[in-house]
């Protein structure tokens, strides 16, 4: 028996408000990666503050799920961090909020779509995120986020490539 490559479904999803300085990390970095060749079952999406409306696209079933976004995890500005949800449980109770939707937010309104059924919930789950040197209002990216961004796409297409590799089939 012999193997090929099996089309899986991603989602990579651009999450941030752009009117909130680095919080439009995720946004920027999802608008560089659309521009990029991709492996084929791979979808790219600026969800903006729409997280609502992410959580009800994850229902539509996908493998592997990338999230782009600001993340204070307490390094320098701009340090690109990758964060598998594999390790991180759910918080059962988050505060849902349509315009600020954080990426365990996400999660947990998925569940709760689900009425908590595991067939919906995406096999892998990363978080590529990017420390923010400010959320104030105004428009743009800080340098060391905006410098970021390359490090970041490179890093999402490592993650591609991984479940890429781990996704082969048996043909007869």
Request: proline share 6%; hydrophobic share 45%; charged share 20%.
């Amino acid at each position: 028996m012999s193997a090929r490559q099996a089309p899986r479904r991603t989602l990579v999803a651009g999450l941030g408000n752009i009117f909130l300085g680095d919080d439009g990390f995720g946004v920027g970095a999802a608008a560089l990666l659309a521009r990029c060749e991709l492996p084929p079952g791979v979808e790219v999406v600026d969800i903006g503050v729409r997280g609502v409306h992410l959580a009800y696209q994850l229902l539509d079933g996908y493998d592997t799920v990338v999230l782009l976004d600001a993340t204070a995890q307490g390094g320098a500005p701009g340090t690109v961090y990758l964060i598998d949800h594999a390790e991180t449980a759910v918080p059962e109770t988050v505060l849902i909020d349509g315009h600020r939707m954080t990426p365990d937010a996400v999660l947990a309104l998925l569940v709760t779509l689900s009425d908590g059924t595991d067939g919906t919930r995406p096999g892998r789950i990363v978080v590529v995120g990017c420390e923010p040197a400010s959320l104030e209002e105004g428009i743009g990216l800080s340098d060391p986020v905006a410098d970021a961004l390359d490090e970041a796409v490179a890093v999402v297409l490592r993650v591609l490539a991984e479940d890429a590799a781990t996704a082969t089939v048996p043909v007869n």
